[in-house]
């Protein structure tokens, strides 16, 4: 007996540090790769959009065309009172220095406002093509040439500047944001933990994950040409640390549960991976099918956050699942220090906060649920105040230059768009397109560009601003007139934008409510009890949104909202909130299963999940919060959103809604799985079994 004892014990010390050789060979692997992730992204305007939306196909016809797509510059002088005749000289004498360092498509050619006081002169290349760091670069060497000073403002902008822009943006959001999420997670686990050593393992753990979920998107960029974006990127290693991090703390207390009762650390891990596993596997599933469902989606940067994200969670889950439980049993009860859980001992009892919410929740269950209703009901109607699609020159939450040229060319030619509109049509039809588009009303003039490929570029400059209402007319006006060519350019592409993240919605959320839906079914063998979970989750969404759009343009400042927030926010919300749902289900299920009747089981489930449920979503709320202090009004909109939605969720509908509903419904709550029954009465002393077993 002593030695078949001696050898499961040799046997149990073997598997973890099996286990964590082979993370420490997955990551070998993995980081080389994972570090090509950033050289992926694509971050151009129309990388983003769907490959049959009109300013696509204009971005894919010029890359053909003679020099491929040529990067657009707007260069601005201006100066208050007037410009000097030394202002247009130096002016004049920087142009040149600019058309002899690259190749432009034409020579530069100053345009001056009525009031004289700006000089605008646009500028076009083809020398970078489509390598955005020879684009970077260009505008790079063009800002540094042009200079002002004395009095004379000297911006440069245009839809290649503002690119620019956004590029040094998104490239300033790997380093920044990744290391903010880690501090965040750190001080929280901390705080949570209160231990000087057991926080650093579901840290460096999510790190693991992290670095793994980097690279597998690499390869699934590289060998399915996955889209891969800045904004995609930085979601995944929001995941990653927040969804993570969750599943950390559900493992560590039901690991410091079983502690008491089981001695050996071993045994105490495979109980605690048995008690919380399967809700742990099937919440983060439940996430990744949600996540999946935006493979649908038309618009490239979402469709490929679908995947990624998918990668983030299921990386998370591995991590969790096998090398942090590797990593606590060869640690031992010592990472607990100072507060170690002694086998044997009992926990200290007290009346807890979730006790408390519990008991009121379930005195009253009707009336929580409809005052409850009435408050999300009430803060959903402020998404009415949410201002729009965002135009390319709100987009950030800090003015670069290429926005500050565009407000001064706004301001000085009122009646001239200083974004060109970019056509391409069949060469044969070149000369009658052209005369068709002039005629258009709102064009203030037209040109021929290159030529190649059978295709011919036309250079339209419309006089209403850029983003404006006036400016849509018009190039919905020449998509009418240009039957067999395309309309692209800026705008347009902003346009394109809006209209397919439109279709989108109408596609996308109701597969997500579906997919979701079925896999509670099956996990929860219920109908009511999903269809309360989903109708809580999109209530959330709602009233986050509402949210949002109280507070984005009066305390934000917001001009317009990004057209993919609410689809976005809803799949992250609903996905994450039946995260939570799972976990304070699956215990309650346990309670019914184990004598309990349903409203008490729901109290006693609240009692014993509340505690770490809320730190997860404080976690994750917290987490999702980093996207705040981002310098793009998109990041800052959907970690407010989800931030919001996800404390709601976990302060107000997890704990008292949904908890009410399971009170308030008893056993029909579980209808009609075996739950949804009364048990059979069990038999007096002495009587026997009509069977007579």
Not at 231 to 239: A, D, E, F, H, R
Not at 289 to 318: I, K, Y
């Amino acid at each position: 007996m002593a030695a078949v004892e001696s050898s499961s014990r040799r046997r149990g010390r073997f598997v973890p540090w099996t286990l964590l050789a082979m993370w420490v060979a997955v990551i070998a692997l993995a980081g080389p790769f994972a570090g090509k992730l950033a050289g992926a992204e694509q971050d151009r305007a129309v990388d983003y959009l769907p490959a049959s939306a009109d300013s696509t196909q204009v971005a894919k016809v010029q890359d053909r065309l003679p020099g491929g797509e040529a990067t657009e510059l707007v260069v601005v002088y201006h100066r208050d009172g007037g410009l000097t005749a030394a202002d247009r000289e130096r002016a004049a004498a920087q142009m040149e220095e600019v058309a002899a360092a690259y190749e432009l498509t034409a020579k530069p050619r100053a345009v001056p406002s009525k009031a004289g006081d700006t000089l605008m002169y646009p500028l076009a290349s083809t020398e970078p093509g489509q390598d955005e760091e020879a684009r970077d670069k260009l505008v790079e060497d063009v800002r540094a040439t042009v200079e002002g000073g004395g009095g004379l403002e000297a911006e440069v902008g245009g839809s290649g500047g503002l690119q620019a822009d956004m590029s040094e943006v998104f490239a300033s959001l790997d380093g920044p944001l990744l290391y903010t999420t880690v501090a965040v997670v750190a001080v929280l686990l901390i705080v949570i933990y209160r231990s000087p050593v057991l926080w650093l393992v579901p840290l460096v753990t999510a790190g693991v994950a992290n670095a793994l979920a980097m690279a597998v998107t690499y390869g699934l960029h590289e060998w399915f040409g996955t889209t891969v974006t800045g904004q995609s990127t930085g979601v995944m290693n929001i995941l990653v640390f927040g969804a993570g991090t969750d599943y950390a703390l559900l493992l560590v207390s039901r690991y410091r549960e079983e502690l008491r009762r089981i001695e050996r650390p071993q045994e105490a891990m495979r109980a605690a991976l048995r008690g919380c596993g399967p809700a742990v596997v099937a919440s983060s599933l439940t996430v990744a099918a949600g996540l999946l469902c935006l493979l649908a989606a038309d618009l490239n940067s979402t469709r490929g956050m679908g995947p990624q994200g998918t990668v983030g969670v299921l990386s998370a889950l591995l991590a969790m699942m096998t090398l942090l439980p590797a990593l606590l049993v060869l640690l031992g009860r010592r990472v607990f220090w100072p507060l170690v859980p002694a086998f044997g001992s009992e926990p200290k009892q007290g009346r807890s906060l979730f006790s408390a919410m519990g008991a009121s929740a379930g005195r009253r269950p009707l009336t929580v649920l409809v005052v409850g209703a009435l408050v999300l009901g009430a803060l959903a109607l402020g998404a009415t105040q949410l201002k729009g699609d965002l135009k390319n020159e709100d987009s950030f939450t800090a003015k670069p230059e290429s926005i500050v040229a565009s407000e001064t060319l706004a301001a000085a030619f009122p009646d001239r768009g200083s974004r060109p509109v970019e056509v391409v049509v069949p060469s044969g039809q070149a000369g009658q397109v052209l005369e068709r588009v002039r005629a258009v009303g709102g064009v203030a003039e037209a040109g021929r560009g290159r030529s190649g490929g059978g295709w011919t570029e036309l250079a339209v400059t419309v006089e209403a601003l850029p983003g404006s209402a006036g400016e849509t007319a018009v190039i919905e006006e020449l998509r009418g007139v240009v039957a067999d060519g395309y309309v692209g350019g800026a705008s347009a592409q902003q346009l394109d934008l809006a209209d397919t993240s439109s279709r989108d919605r109408l596609l996308v959320i109701p597969l997500v409510l579906v997919s979701v839906l079925l896999i509670l079914v099956v996990l929860l063998r219920s109908l009511v009890a999903p269809l309360i979970l989903v109708a809580a989750v999109v209530a959330v969404w709602g009233a986050a949104l509402g949210i949002g759009g109280l507070v984005f343009g009066p305390v934000f400042g917001f001009a317009g909202d990004d057209p993919t927030l609410p689809l976005l926010s809803f799949v992250f919300l609903v996905a994450l909130g039946v995260d939570y749902g799972i976990f304070l289900m699956h215990r309650m299920r346990e309670e019914c299963l184990a004598g309990q009747e349903p409203a008490q089981a729901a109290l006693t489930a609240l009692r014993t999940t509340g505690g770490v449920i809320a730190s997860a979503g404080v976690v994750l709320a917290a987490t999702f919060s980093v996207l705040i202090n981002m310098p793009l009004v998109s990041l800052v909109a959907m970690g407010f959103v989800i931030a919001v939605g996800v404390l709601l969720d976990t302060f107000l509908v997890r704990t008292y809604l949904v908890t009410s509903a399971s009170v308030a419904l008893g056993r029909r709550m579980w209808w009609p799985g075996a739950l949804s029954k009364a048990p059979a009465p069990v038999p007096a002393a002495g009587e026997r079994d009509p069977v007579g077993v």
